[in-house]
């Protein structure tokens, strides 16, 4: 299949989201991704190719080039009152180089690089359902509010600390805020190295915690629906 990128602004993304409200994710699932058991980021994987119209990759640069803009698809859940939803789970974010990330500041992080500006997918996630009968919600553009990002800051830095401690073994979800540090990867017994300790670390990745995620929802999505 040959993919193009034709997205040039906000709207661009907006309006190809647009069209899959409503339908159910399998609908573009073009490479059946979804036949395969186990893989969390399988639903991301298949709107990013089947909507959008994009390869999978692993660059550092967001999505969306060259307006700066990452794509999340992630599940939400309904509350008890049938009308309101909140976050199924965090959403995780890009992947932590212990050896690489404590060198940069904030602003020059990869963190910041990538995920300052999100497109967030939200679906329906319900229980006892196949991925691909999930229906999608809608698509909000998230920013960090200027009273959020003294926050997401923070907690960026209380994880650098322990990098930089050679504590990165440590990390926990537990120390944060907002912005947690989950652990990444397929074996819960896998180590990478870190600098400044021969002890190794688990793998994690940023992370937007659950409570953080559920109150954008209830701020922006909610309203609209």
Known sequence: MLFEHEYYSVEDILRVASKAEGKEVGYFDINSRLKVNGNKGQIGHVIQEGLFNMPLDTRPEADFQPIGIELKVTG???HKNKKNYSAKERLVLSKINYMEEYKNSFEKSTFWQKNQKLAIMFYAWQTKKPKNKFKIIKTLIHEFSPEDLVVIKRDWN????KVKKGLAHEISERDTIYL???????DGNELVSQPFSNIGAKPRAYALKASYVTAFVKRILNMRL
């Open 180 to 186: 947690g540090a989950c652990t990444k990867g397929r």
């Open 158 to 161: 209380i994880i650098m600390d």
């Open 76 to 78: 939400l859940k309904k």
